[in-house]
Structure formats: structure tokens, C-alpha cells
T-cell receptor, first 113, second 114 residues
Framework: AQSVTQLGSHVSVSEGALVLLRCNYS??????LFWYVQYPNQGLQLLLK??????LVKGINGFEAEFKKSETSFHLTKPSAHMSDAAEYFC???????????FGTGTRLTVIP | SAVISQKPSRDICQRGTSLTIQCQVD?????MFWYRQQPGQSLTLIAT?????????ESGFVIDKFPISRPNLTFSTLTVSNMSPEDSSIYLC???????????FGAGTRLSVL
């Protein structure tokens, strides 16, 4: 069975501050992990993915995430928040060869001017 | 990445009616997926649709309520049948990205049932 837990349904940061969105996963096999972003009234956009290559993954818009097997974590970070980063962020897990993505409950990021 | 178009983008429907949502992708894909995102919640997979075969439904979803068609490699429809207010959700189509389990999503259909 696979699942992800996103700690903090709402995160607020000041513009220019560090963004840290937490994701912990559970998987009986080596996982593939993803971060998606959903802007208001839009669908999901893939931010970045971990598929068993480098553990530090860089994505679009300056985001990155690090796969830490010992901590079963895949936290999303960005050094400096921008107003345009305000959105809902979803962590998802699957296993190689599987079809189903299991999503976390999402974290809504607010950026304060 | 694939470009996915969903229609309608939103609709308001009456209880007891049905709505068919269309999903069109700009390239041929093996698998298409339908998700539901209930208000304030995450995405839940409804079913996986492969061309030329019956859709595979996840636990809690049945074909009578959510019939799916997949007539070719670029198109699929999801029907929400005999709707009730509990069906008010965002319905999203996604497609297999062809590598490493990546999925690409449409913008979704925002459904409100009165």
C-alpha cells in the first residue's frame, strides 16, 4: 500500500522568505514521487518528479525537492517565495509500473507581501 | 508534455440529470485517467481508461454511475449519471506521460449539482 501525508494544510510565508512544504510517504517498494501545483481554477501542473535517479530534484519555477529514504520524506523547497507561488501544492506517490497516483491532501501556500 | 482539453470547464446541473465530460489530448496516449476532487479535498482516482477495453474502476466507483468511453487514443468521456448534490466536485482528466509514471492533467470540469 502507498500513501502520502502532507503536514500543514495551510502554509503562509512572506514574499522573499523560504518556502518549505512537507511530504512524507509510505511505500512497500521504492517509490516514484511527484509534486504538482494547482493554481486557482486550473488543473494540476507537474512541478518535479523523483524516479530513482538523483535524490535532489530540481523543478520548474525555482522549486526543488530532496528524496530522503531514511526519513521517508520528499519535502518541497524554494529559497525565495514570490507572490505568483500562491497556489495549492499536492505531493503524490506511485510505484514503478503502476498506473495509480496516490495524492496527499494538499497544502495551500499563501504568500504575504 | 501533452496538451489536454476538457469540456465543459464548468456546469451547473439539476438533481437526477446526467453530464458527459469530454477529454481531448493532442497526441496518442495509451492510458487516460479520470479523477474526482471533492471540495477542499485531494484527488481520488475514479477509473483508468484504455482504448479498446472496458475502463478499470477503483473501489467505491461503479460503471453505472460513471460510465466511461475511450473510442480512440486521443479522446475519452466520463458521464456522471443521475446526479445528486454529493456529486458536486471538480472532475479531472489526465493522461499517461509515456515515461516514469508521469501524468499530465487537464484544467478540470467544475460541476455543481442543485
Amino acid at each position: 500500500a502507498q500513501s502520502v501525508t502532507q503536514l500543514g494544510s495551510h502554509v503562509s510565508v512572506s514574499e522573499g522568505a523560504l518556502v518549505l512544504l512537507r511530504c512524507n510517504y509510505s511505500s512497500s517498494v521504492p517509490p516514484y514521487l511527484f509534486w504538482y501545483v494547482q493554481y486557482p481554477n486550473q488543473g494540476l501542473q507537474l512541478l518535479l518528479k523523483y524516479t530513482s535517479a538523483a535524490t535532489l530534484v530540481k523543478g520548474i519555477n525555482g522549486f526543488e525537492a530532496e528524496f530522503k529514504k531514511s526519513e521517508t520524506s520528499f519535502h518541497l523547497t524554494k529559497p525565495s517565495a514570490h507572490m505568483s507561488d500562491a497556489a495549492e501544492y499536492f505531493c503524490a506517490v506511485t510505484q514503478p509500473g503502476a498506473n495509480n497516483l496516490f495524492f496527499g491532501t494538499g497544502t495551500r501556500l499563501t504568500v504575504i507581501p | 508534455s501533452a496538451v489536454i482539453s476538457q469540456k465543459p470547464s464548468r456546469d451547473i446541473c439539476q438533481r437526477g440529470t446526467s453530464l458527459t465530460i469530454q477529454c481531448q489530448v493532442d497526441s496518442q496516449v495509451t492510458m487516460m485517467f479520470w479523477y474526482r476532487q471533492q471540495p477542499g479535498q485531494s484527488l481520488t482516482l475514479i477509473a483508468t481508461a484504455n482504448q479498446g477495453s472496458e475502463a478499470t474502476y477503483e473501489s467505491g466507483f461503479v460503471i453505472d454511475k460513471f460510465p466511461i468511453s475511450r473510442p480512440n487514443l486521443t479522446f475519452s468521456t466520463l458521464t456522471v449519471s443521475n446526479m445528486s448534490p454529493e456529486d458536486s466536485s471538480i472532475y479531472l482528466c489526465s493522461v499517461d506521460g509515456g515515461t516514469k509514471n508521469i501524468q499530465y492533467f487537464g484544467a478540470g470540469t467544475r460541476l455543481s449539482v442543485l
